[in-house]
């Protein structure tokens, strides 16, 4: 069954610094997103991204975050200047088979995420 | 998109059947029910979605009550693996296929051997 890869799995960062965390979709899908969870705490939305550009953001999502697809596979989060509280797991998801005829129910397939912790 | 509600923990033996509640008392006509579940600290692993009709695939099966206002997911014959949290989602599609899931605190399934 085809699978969301995140790398790296363990990012250790020293806060300040700028991190990239990386994401392979599932080949054919059209829409990705991004999420994280603080240890002991809910899994939170952070962005979708659709047609190469944002569709949705939740408030988490400011100014240090930023996505892209550069090479038309990766899919990239960046967060700028880190901070001690962006410690967390940050899984990449995707869905919208190109196969199906109808994509905005399709469920989201999750990766098992980059554990980002900020020194 | 509609909240859910889900107790917090459950037990279950192991080779019998898990059923799973959740209710969604505030669910809209276009907003589809799906379960996801996650193991320890992995990636959510999606189950099962559904909008009206019960639903069943290898995994597992989903119960939704006539009124929509709650759902059961049944795992047939729960295994020590299927010890995880389970999420409720309610999600609605206004947003066409982007719009963000929204995860509460789910149920912590215990199966017992």
């Known amino acids: 069954e085809p699978e969301v890869t995140q790398t790296p799995s363990h990012q250790v960062t020293q806060m300040g610094q700028e991190v990239i965390l990386r994401c392979v979709p599932i080949s054919n899908h059209l829409y990705f997103y991004w999420y994280r969870q603080i240890l002991g705490q809910k899994v939170e939305f952070l962005v979708s991204?659709?047609?190469?550009?944002?569709?949705?953001k939740s408030e988490i999502f400011d100014d240090q975050f930023s996505v892209e697809r550069p090479d038309g596979s990766n899919f990239t989060l960046k967060i700028r200047s880190t901070k001690l509280e962006d410690s967390a797991m940050y899984f990449c998801a995707t869905s919208g088979s190109q196969a199906q005829n109808y994509y905005s129910n399709q469920p989201q397939h999750f990766g098992d995420g980059t554990r980002l912790s900020i020194l | 998109d509609a909240k859910t509600t889900q107790p917090p923990s459950m037990d279950c033996a192991e080779g019998r059947a898990a059923n799973l509640p959740c209710n969604h008392s505030t669910i809209s006509g276009n907003e589809y029910v799906y379960w996801y579940r996650q193991i320890h600290s992995q990636g959510p692993q999606y189950i099962i979605h559904?909008?009206?009709n019960n639903e069943t695939n290898e995994m597992a099966s989903l119960i939704i009550t006539e009124d929509r206002k709650s759902s059961t997911l049944i795992l047939p014959h729960a295994t020590l693996r299927d010890t995880a949290v389970y999420y409720c989602i309610v999600r609605g599609h206004s947003g066409g296929g982007a719009d963000g899931l929204t995860f509460g605190k789910g149920t912590h399934l215990i199966i017992q051997p």
């Open positions: 559904g909008l009206k």
């Open positions: 991204f659709y047609n190469n550009e944002i569709s949705e």
